[in-house]
Each structure stands twice: as structure tokens, then as C-alpha cells.
């Protein structure tokens, strides 16, 4: 007699139990939708030229390389808190280059900052028969995050005057993702006099503000915006675009300080820690601003190539004024845009993965290669 108990394939319940879960609170993981085209452009002979995702393609820069590694002697647990050299060091940009006056003490360290957009309506006790509210274009796991609270995500159209019954939590995205939209200071001002009139937490995920073209974004923390006070407000900032430290999961949170102090105890219940190295490399990485410039420039030009062969091939360029991405539009359906690009060996992400507004636009990463941009724009304009 065979020995159920000890076979390592799951059970016919088990797995109906996790596609009943999974479907019933997640929509399909976008990019698997993408798989097809992907391989229609890996095809080309040249190969693929991959600006689906802005993941970073360049080297980390040594410095950060080298306080990782002479950290790496780490036995034991770090603090989910942070070291305070990090905290200050996070605490100095802030003031050197976002002009936000901001206390270390309000400073949490995090597993970059995706982990925290997924879980931070949980985190806060945002729950069932409560709202979320997103941009309507967004970054997906703003969704995905109140989904898995077991809260309600409401997408957001700009100017949309949302009823603010049951709004627990507001997302904004400054320089956004897909678009590389900006929000003025006058807009950001409105946002915040709203959440703080309805009594919700308003969080602006601020991963590409360095990252401005034409035009310098402002954080929702600066006293411009919120007066000087950050109550009812957080920002999330990243490593991984402007430093490559993508592979090192390196960000931050900050902003009220009674907030920030109750994530801090939810996430030493759940032992989510930033490790020690990474910390030490994330202090390097804030107190210098030389690498950022030279990374900039790199993407400036990457962008200015890219830009140019679009609309030689005919494309219209939207919004795009920060950020690390062009959205693109040949006014059709944006799956028939990815085919078309797909066939000369360039991926790109449909617009559609970020909402239904984006359904005639696509996303164009510059985060490739000095060489795989070149490659594009060979195609582009021939």
C-alpha cells in the first residue's frame, strides 16, 4: 500500500483549496499575459531589446559594492528598526535633496518598497469594509495590496471627487508609474487638506523622484505641501532605480511619526528586517550624490534616444516628464502596439496592465544597455 502521507504531490483538496483562494482574491499576475510576445521578439536575429520592466541594467556602483561586503561579517539579528547611522543618513537626503525636514526617529527601513505597498493596509488594520483608493493608472500592487487586506480598491481618475465613505488609506504616485506624470505642489496640497478632512492616511510612493526630466517633482512631506506638518502623511522612497540596489531591496518609509511607530511594532512581530549589510550599503548609498548624477545621465541619454526614434516611427509621447519610462501611443489598441514592436524584436509593457485608461498606450522602459537602446533605435527607424 502506497503511504499517502509522505508524497510530496499535493492532494486534489489541497489544490483546489489554493486556486479557489488565489483566484478569488488576486487578478492574473499581468506579465504571464505577456510570455507569448516576449518570445515573438526573442526571435528576432538580432535579439530581444527587453523595455518591459524598468529593472536596472547597470553595475552597482563599487562604493555601495564595498560597504556591503565589509559589513557581510553580520552573526547577528539586525534591528527591524534600523541602525541610526541609516536613519540619519536617510534623514540627511531628505533635507540635502528633497528640502523635507524629517526626524530620524520617523524613519523605518524596509524590504524595498514593493513588500511595503503590498502590505501596508494590513499593516495599518485596514480591513474589510474599508477602502483604498488608487490612481486610476497605477502601479499594480496598490490593488494588490487592498485585496490582500481583504479591503476595497477604489481606482481613482484625476479629478475624480471620490465618495469618502469608508476611505481608510489614499495612494498617490509622484512621478508616476506607468506615465512619468508629475503632480504639481498645488495638486499635492489639495490631496492632503482632502485625506486629513476625511480622517485617512494618505501615502505617496515617491520611488522616482529623482528621476525628473522635464520638470523637478516635490514630495507630499515638503513643508510647501503639507504645511510643515506631516501628520496623516507617508512617503516611500527607494534605492533601486536611482542606485541599482534593486537586487538588495532597500528602501524607506517615513513621514507621521505615530504611523511610522506603529508599522515599526507590526513589523518586529513579523520579524520583517532589512539585514545588516544591506543597511550599511543603503547608508552609503543616501550620503552620496555623485552616483545618482552619473546614473541620471546615463538614463537622460538612453531616453532622449529612445524618444526621438518613437516619434520618428511615428509614436506620440504623453506625460513622461520624470520617471524612468515613455508612454507611448500610436492611438490603437495597445496589444496591437506590442505586436508591432514585438515583431522587430523590442518588448514593451501594454499600457492595459495599469488600468483601463492605459488601454491605448504602451510603457517604455530605458533601463537597457547602452547597446540594446542603440539596437531599438536601429529598429525603430529602419
Known amino acids: 500500500m502506497t503511504d499517502t502521507h509522505n508524497s510530496t504531490a499535493p492532494s486534489a483538496s489541497a489544490e483546489g483549496w489554493a486556486a479557489r483562494r488565489v483566484s478569488g482574491r488576486l487578478p492574473e499576475f499581468p506579465w504571464d499575459r505577456l510570455e507569448p510576445l516576449k518570445a515573438k521578439a526573442a526571435a528576432h536575429p538580432d535579439g530581444i531589446v527587453d523595455l518591459s520592466v524598468g529593472t536596472p541594467v547597470d553595475p552597482t556602483p563599487a562604493l555601495i559594492r564595498d560597504a556591503l561586503a565589509a559589513a557581510a561579517?553580520?552573526?547577528?539579528?539586525?534591528?527591524?528598526?534600523?541602525?541610526?547611522?541609516?536613519?540619519?543618513?536617510?534623514?540627511?537626503?531628505?533635507?540635502?535633496?528633497?528640502?523635507?525636514?524629517?526626524?530620524?526617529?520617523?524613519?523605518?527601513?524596509?524590504?524595498?518598497?514593493?513588500?511595503?505597498?503590498?502590505?501596508?493596509?494590513?499593516?495599518?488594520?485596514?480591513?474589510?469594509?474599508?477602502?483604498?483608493?488608487?490612481?486610476?493608472?497605477?502601479?499594480?500592487?496598490?490593488?494588490?495590496?487592498?485585496?490582500?487586506?481583504?479591503?476595497?480598491?477604489?481606482?481613482?481618475?484625476?479629478?475624480?471627487?471620490p465618495d469618502p465613505d469608508g476611505v481608510r488609506l489614499v495612494w498617490i504616485n509622484s512621478?508616476?508609474?506607468?506615465?512619468?506624470?508629475?503632480?504639481?505642489?498645488?495638486?499635492?496640497?489639495?490631496m492632503v487638506a482632502w485625506t486629513r478632512s476625511i480622517g485617512a492616511i494618505l501615502v505617496s510612493d515617491e520611488c522616482y523622484i529623482e528621476l525628473g526630466w522635464d520638470t523637478e517633482p516635490v514630495s507630499v512631506l515638503h513643508p510647501d505641501v503639507c504645511g510643515g506638518s506631516h501628520d496623516g502623511l507617508l512617503a516611500l522612497h527607494s534605492l533601486s532605480k536611482r542606485s541599482n540596489l534593486a537586487g538588495y531591496r532597500a528602501g524607506f518609509v517615513t513621514g507621521d511619526p505615530a504611523?511610522?511607530?506603529?508599522?515599526?511594532?507590526?513589523r518586529k512581530h513579523a520579524g520583517m528586517i532589512v539585514p545588516g549589510p544591506v543597511q550599511e550599503a543603503m547608508r552609503v548609498a543616501f550620503d552620496d550624490d555623485a552616483h545618482v548624477a552619473e546614473q541620471k545621465a546615463r538614463y537622460g541619454a538612453r531616453r532622449a534616444l529612445l524618444r526621438g526614434a518613437l516619434e520618428s516611427a511615428g509614436f506620440r509621447i504623453d506625460h513622461s516628464e520624470a520617471s524612468l519610462y515613455l508612454w507611448a501611443t500610436r492611438d490603437e489598441e495597445c496589444w496591437d502596439t506590442v505586436a508591432w514592436l514585438a515583431e522587430r524584436g523590442v518588448l514593451v509593457a501594454p499600457g492595459e496592465f495599469y488600468g483601463a485608461a492605459g488601454t491605448r498606450h504602451v510603457r517604455v522602459a530605458f533601463t537597457a544597455t547602452d547597446e540594446r537602446v542603440a539596437a531599438a533605435v536601429a529598429r525603430l527607424k529602419g
Request: zero cysteines.
Open 73 to 161: 561579517d553580520s552573526p547577528g539579528y539586525p534591528l527591524t528598526y534600523g541602525t541610526a547611522a541609516v536613519r540619519e543618513s536617510a534623514a540627511g537626503w531628505l533635507r540635502r535633496r528633497l528640502g523635507v525636514a524629517a526626524d530620524p526617529a520617523a524613519i523605518l527601513p524596509v524590504i524595498g518598497t514593493k513588500e511595503l505597498v503590498a502590505g501596508l493596509p494590513a499593516q495599518l488594520g485596514v480591513g474589510p469594509g474599508d477602502k483604498v483608493l488608487h490612481p486610476a493608472l497605477a502601479y499594480p500592487t496598490y490593488d494588490v495590496g487592498a485585496r490582500l487586506a481583504g479591503a476595497e480598491p477604489v481606482p481613482v481618475a484625476d479629478g475624480e471627487k
Open 175 to 190: 512621478p508616476g508609474n506607468p506615465h512619468g506624470a508629475v503632480r504639481t505642489a498645488d495638486e499635492l496640497r489639495e
Open 259 to 266: 504611523v511610522v511607530r506603529e508599522l515599526l511594532a507590526v
